[in-house]
C-alpha cells in the first residue's frame, strides 16, 4: 500500500482502538472520565444535540470526528519518517504522540473549552490523557510501516 494511505489507514484503525481503549477503561475504573467523553459534553454544550440526537447520536459525532483527525494525524506519519529515519515506529509514535498531546489537550482544548486544562485535570488524568495520545499515535506508526508496500516507499 502507498506509505500516505498505509499511514491514514493506521490512523483510522488506531481511532478506533483508542476509542475501545477508552470505553473499556471507563468500564473497568481503570481510566476516569476520557477525552471522548469531555468531547461529547463540548459538542452538546455548544449545539444542545443530546435534546435532538440523544446522547447516542451525539457520541456518533464524536467518534467520526475522532476518526477524522485520526486520519489527519496519520497523514503525517510519512514525513516524521523521512525527517526521522533512525526511531523505530514505536519511538516516532511516542514522541508524535507526545506532541500531539502537548499541542492539542494541554494547548488548545483548554482553550476551546473542551477540557478544564491539564493542572485543573490533575495528574491522574493528564496521564491517562498523554498515554491515549501516545496509543493512538503508536498504533499508527506502527500500522503504517506494516502496511506499506517495499514498493511504495
Excluded at 10 to 18: C, M, P, W
Excluded at 123 to 128: I, L, Q
Amino acid at each position: 500500500m502507498q506509505k500516505y494511505k498505509a499511514a491514514i489507514v493506521g490512523g483510522v484503525i488506531a481511532g478506533i482502538v483508542t476509542t475501545a481503549v477508552m470505553q473499556l477503561g471507563r468500564r473497568t475504573g481503570l481510566l476516569t472520565k476520557t477525552l471522548d467523553r469531555d468531547a461529547v459534553d463540548w459538542i452538546d454544550r455548544l449545539t444542545d444535540s443530546r435534546e435532538v440526537i440523544g446522547d447516542a447520536g451525539t457520541s456518533a459525532v464524536e467518534f467520526v470526528n475522532h476518526l477524522g483527525a485520526s486520519a489527519a494525524f496519520g497523514a503525517a506519519v510519512p514525513k516524521l519518517r523521512e525527517l526521522a529515519p533512525e526511531l523505530s515506529p514505536v519511538a516516532l509514535g511516542a514522541l508524535y504522540g507526545t506532541a500531539l498531546y502537548a499541542v492539542n489537550i494541554a494547548g488548545i482544548a483548554p482553550v476551546l473549552g473542551i477540557t478544564e486544562g491539564e493542572v485543573q485535570a490533575g495528574p491522574r488524568k493528564a496521564a491517562e490523557r498523554w498515554g491515549i495520545h501516545v496509543l493512538q499515535a503508536v498504533v499508527t506508526a506502527v500500522l503504517a510501516e506494516r502496511l506499506t508496500s517495499p514498493s511504495e516507499d
